[in-house]
C-alpha cells in the first residue's frame, strides 16, 4: 500500500475527522475575530464622526455669541460709532480665539426715501467715494456700513447691498420675520477678490429698534434697524476648527440636503479634485447640521490611516496558524495510526526487555546485600523521620538486636545515648546551626553536605554495654534529587580510642620523666658553664661543654617529637600578643651563636627595622627562629656566613635567612615541608636532626597568620623566608583634663545601666575622667570626639556585639591604636572567638569585676604602675629546677622556695609576693588549685607558670606568663621574670 492509499484508507479516518473539526473550528475562530473587529472599528468611527460634527456646531454657537454681543451693544447704545465698534471687535481677538471667521459687521437697512441723504452722511465721515452698490432701484437697500478688521478682502463688502443677492437677501428674511440667528447658503463673498476662491457662507442676528416682543413678521420688519453678521470662508473656517489634530477620516459638506457637485461646500484635504475617495474606504457615513434655520449634509469616510489600525494580524495569522495546525495533527494523527502496529511490537519486545532488566536489577540487588551484609562496619538505613529501614549484619553483630527487631522503629530510641544526642545540638547551636535534640542532628548537616556529617557518637548495646563508633551519615536521594532516606555507616573506634589514650599518656610521662631532669641538667650546667662554681679545670671544662652540648641536643630532639605530636593532635596552644621582632631575632641569634661557632660560621643582620612589631606567641616564634638559624649554621660551609635581614614588604614583615651553602636538589624540594624529610640520609649522620623542624615550623608559622618559602640555588645558596602582618604600636593620645583632679579620661561601654555606674565609681575614685556609652552607636559617636586613655568593653551589647566593634574600631585610623579592657561575662568566648587575633585588647576580665585588678589593668595602660626589689615565691617540687631558678632570679629578686601546696598556701598567709612561679604538677595536686587565691588577693598577685606542660587558651587567660621547661633558657627565664615584676 503506497502513500496515498494509506491516507485515503479508511483505518486512517480518525486522522480526516480531526482535520474537519480543527479546521472548523480555525473558520469559526476568523470569523468571531472579523466580526469583533468590525464592530470595534464602527464604535471608533462613530466617536470620530461625533467629534467632528461637534466641533462644527460648537464653533458655530461660539460665533453666535459674538454676534449677540455686537447685537447688545447696539441696542444699550443710542448711537455706535465706528471707532466704537472698532474697539469692541478688535477685543474680540478674532484671529486668536475664533479662528476662521473673516470678520464682525453691521449691515444697515435703508429705505428708497432714505438713501441720497444715507450716501451724503457716509461720505460726510471721511469715505467721500462710499455709495451702495450695486446700483438700481430696489424696494428696500441694506448697506455693510461697520465690518471689522476693515482692511484686506472686508474692504470688498464696504457698501455692498446684501439684499441684491438672493441667497443672502432670503437669509436676512428670514432672521428679520423670526427674529433669530440664520445662516445664508453657499455664497461667493464679496471678499474674494484674489487668491484661491472659496465657498463662503454669512451668519446673520437682526438688530430691533424696540425691545418688545415681535408677533408678526411684519412687526419685524417695521421694527428691525439692521444685521450685525459674520462672513465665512468655509476652508478657513474647517481649518480653524479642526486646527492641527490628525484627523483619522475625510468629509465632504454640502449645501442643503443631499449631494451635488453645485452644493459642495468644503471637501477634506485627501479628497480627489473630483470629490471621490483616494481609496476606497471600509467606514462611511451621511450626517446633517441643522445650522440656524439652514441644513448642511455632510459626509464622512474612514482614512486608510483608520482602516489599517483595526487590520488585526489575526486576520491572516488565524487561517494560517489554524490550517497549519490541522494539517500537522492530520499528519500526526495519520503516523500514529500508521505506527501503531509498530508501537505495539515494541511494546512487546520493551517488556521482555523490562523482564530482564528487572532479573538483572533483583541480582545486583542480591551482590548488593551480600556486600552489605559482608561488611564489618554498621550499615543503617533510615528514611527521613529516623525510622530503620536497612539493618546489617554487622549491625546485628554488634548491636545484639536482630534486623526485624529493629526495622520499622526509631533508632534513637534504641541504640542512641538521648543525653550525647542533646550535648551535640548544643554543641551545633554554639557553630550556628539550631536544631533540636532528635534526628535533625545526625542529618542536617548530611542534608547540606553531599560527603554527609562525620562525628564520633556512642552506641548502646541490646545489654546496655556501651562502646564508641565514628558514625558518617548520608542523604540518600531520588531521581527529582529529594532525599529520600539517610545511609549510617558506622566504625567501632574502640581500639583506636585505647591508642589514642596510650599516647596521651605516653606524651604525658614523656613530658614530666624526660622534661623535668633534662631542664635540671641544662639550667645547671649552663650555670657551671657559665663560672657559677669559679673556674672550671682544664680537663673538666670540654667535658662539661659536652654534656651540655648534647643535653641541647636531646632536650631539642624530645621538644621536636612532642610538638609534632601535638600538631596532629591539634592540640598545640598559641598566646599572640605585640611584640617587637628585633629583640626576639637578637635573643635567637644570640641562643644559637654557640651552635652555629660548632660548625664556623657567623651570623650576620645585613637589615633591621628595630621599631618593627608582630603580633606572635613569643615562644613559637623563638622556635622557628632558631629552626630557621640552625640549619642554615648547619648546611654552611665551614668559614661562611648566614645573613639575616628584616624588611618591611607593605603591611608585612619579612625575615629572610641566607646560607651559602650547598643548597636544596630539586627533586627533595617538594619534600622540604614534609615530616622526617631529608635530602640525604647521610644528613642525619653527618649533620644531626629528626627532619621534623621545618614541618614544625611551617604548621606553627601558618598558625600565628603567617606564610613560610624558601628560594634555593643548586650548589649556591638557599634563603628560607618568613612573613607576618605588621601590627603598628599603639601610642597612647594627648589626654585632656576630665573631672577635676583627673588626668586621664576612660569610656564605659556597658549596656546594663546597674554595672556601667559601679564601674564609673570604681575608675572616679581612682581619679579617673569616665564617660558611659551603652550601645555601640553611642560608643562610635564619643569615640568620635577624641581623648580616650583606654575603654572597658562589654561583649553583649544590643544592636551590634562587642567583638564586631573592636573589629570594626580597629579598621579605623582614629581609633585603631586605641587599648580596649574586655570586662564581660562572655570574656573566655570572646577571646576564642578572636582566635588569638591582635585587636589592642589589653585584657580579659570577667565578671564580676574585681576593682584591684580592673586598676592594676589600667594604671599599666596610663603609665602609673611602679617598682621595687621583688619578693618570688616559686612553687616547685624538683629541688634541683629550684636551685637553678634561684640563681637565675637571683639576679632581681629574692626566691624562696614551696615544694608543695600546703607550703605554699602558708607562705602566701604569712607574706605578700611580687611573683608567683607555678609548677602544675605538684604532688599534692595541680598548681592550678592555687590561682583562686592569688587572683584574689588585693591587688592580684602576678603568676607564671613553669612547668613541662603547655598550658591551654582558657587557663592561659588565668596567669600572667606561661613557660614551658625544656623550652626555655636561663636568659628568657630572667627576661620573663624582670617583665613581671617591673624591672628594666
Known sequence: MNNWQRLIDRRNRPAWVVFLIFLSLTLIAWDGQHRLAVRSAAQEFELHVRDVIGSIEERLRQHEQILLGAEGLLVASESVTRAEWRTYVERLHLKENYSGIQGVGFVQIIRPADLQAHIAALRAEGFPDYTVHPPG??????????????????????????????????????????????????????????????????????????????????????????????????????????????????????????????????????????????????????????????TWTVRLQSRPEFDASFQSPLDAVIPALGGGISVLLFVLVSFLISRRERAEEMAAQMTMDI??????????????????????????????????????????????????????????????????????????????????????????????????????????????????????????????????????????????????????????????????????????????????????????????????????????????????????????????????????????????????????????????????????????????????????????????????????MGKRIRVAVKDNGPGIPDEFKARVFQKFAQADSSDTRNKGGTGLGLSITKAIVEHMGGRIWFDSQPNLQTTFYVEFPEWVERKLPEIGHGIEGATHRVLVCEDNRDTATVLRMMLEQAGYAVDIAYDANQAKQLLAQGGYATMTLDLALPGQSGISLIRELHGHEATAMLPILVVSARAAEGKQELNGEEFGIIEWIDKPVNQDRLLAVINGVVGRSGQARAKVLHVEDDADIFHVMHEVAGEVADTVHAANLAEARQMLAQCRYDLVILDLDLPDGSGKELLPLLKGASPPIPVMVFSVYEIGLEDAKEVDAALVKSRTDNAELLATIKRLIGVE
Do not use: C
Open 137 to 294: 432701484d430696489r424696494s428696500l437697500y441694506t448697506s455693510t456700513i461697520y465690518l471689522e478688521p476693515f482692511s484686506g478682502r472686508n474692504l470688498a463688502a464696504f457698501g455692498y447691498d446684501m439684499m441684491s443677492e438672493a441667497t443672502r437677501a432670503k437669509a436676512m428674511r428670514m432672521a428679520a420675520e423670526s427674529g433669530k440667528t440664520t445662516i445664508s447658503g453657499k455664497v461667493k463673498l464679496v471678499q474674494e477678490t484674489h487668491g484661491k476662491e472659496q465657498a463662503g457662507f454669512l451668519m446673520y442676528l437682526p438688530v430691533y429698534r424696540e425691545h418688545r416682543a415681535l408677533t408678526t413678521p411684519e412687526e419685524g420688519w417695521q421694527a428691525l434697524q439692521g444685521f450685525v453678521y459674520s462672513p465665512y470662508r468655509v476652508d478657513d473656517l474647517m481649518a480653524g476648527i479642526l486646527g492641527k489634530r490628525i484627523l483619522m477620516l475625510d468629509f465632504v459638506i454640502f449645501d442643503g440636503e443631499g449631494e451635488t457637485d453645485g452644493a459642495r461646500m468644503f471637501v477634506s484635504a485627501d479628497e480627489r479634485a473630483d470629490g471621490t475617495h483616494a481609496a476606497t474606504p471600509k467606514m462611511s457615513t451621511m450626517r446633517s447640521i441643522q445650522a440656524y434655520g439652514h
Open 355 to 648: 523482564r530482564a532488566n528487572e532479573e538483572k536489577l533483583r541480582q545486583s540487588e542480591m551482590r548488593i546485600h551480600a556486600i552489605v551484609d559482608g561488611a564489618d562496619h554498621l550499615i543503617i538505613s533510615t528514611n527521613t523521620e529516623g525510622v530503620i529501614e536497612l539493618f546489617n549484619r554487622a549491625a546485628e553483630r554488634y548491636l545484639g538486636y536482630r534486623a526485624e527487631e529493629v526495622i520499622g522503629k526509631s533508632a534513637l530510641s534504641l541504640f542512641l545515648d538521648p543525653d550525647e544526642v542533646f550535648r551535640r545540638s548544643q554543641e551545633m547551636a554554639t557553630e550556628g546551626m539550631s536544631v533540636e535534640p532528635g534526628i535533625e542532628v545526625f542529618t542536617a548537616r548530611a542534608r547540606k553536605d553531599a560527603a554527609g556529617d562525620t562525628h564520633e557518637w556512642t552506641y548502646i548495646r541490646k545489654d546496655g554495654s556501651r562502646f564508641p563508633v565514628s558514625l558518617t551519615v548520608t542523604a540518600l536521594r531520588d531521581g527529582n534529587g529529594e532525599i529520600s532516606a539517610f545511609l549510617g555507616i558506622a566504625t567501632d573506634i574502640t581500639e583506636r580510642k585505647k591508642i589514642e589514650r596510650m599516647k596521651t599518656e605516653f606524651i604525658s610521662t614523656v613530658s614530666h620523666e624526660l622534661r623535668t631532669p633534662l631542664t635540671s641538667i641544662r639550667g645547671a650546667l649552663a650555670l657551671v658553664a657559665g663560672g657559677v662554681v669559679g673556674e672550671l679545670p682544664a680537663a673538666v671544662k670540654p667535658l662539661v661543654e659536652i654534656a651540655h652540648k648534647n643535653s641541647e641536643r636531646l632536650i631539642l630532639l624530645v621538644n621536636d617529637l612532642l610538638d609534632m605530636e601535638k600538631i596532629e593532635a591539634g592540640k598545640m596552644e598559641f598566646n599572640a600578643s605585640p611584640l617587637k621582632l628585633m629583640p626576639l631575632l637578637n635573643q635567637a641569634l644570640d641562643g644559637n651563636r654557640a651552635y652555629a661557632e660548632q660548625y664556623q660560621v657567623n651570623y650576620a643582620v645585613e637589615s633591621d627595622l628595630p621599631e618593627a612589631m608582630v603580633s606572635v606567641d613569643a615562644n613559637r616564634m623563638m622556635q622557628v627562629l632558631a629552626n630557621l638559624l640552625s640549619n642554615a649554621a648547619k648546611y654552611s660551609p665551614a668559614g661562611g656566613k648566614v645573613l639575616v635581614a628584616v624588611e618591611r
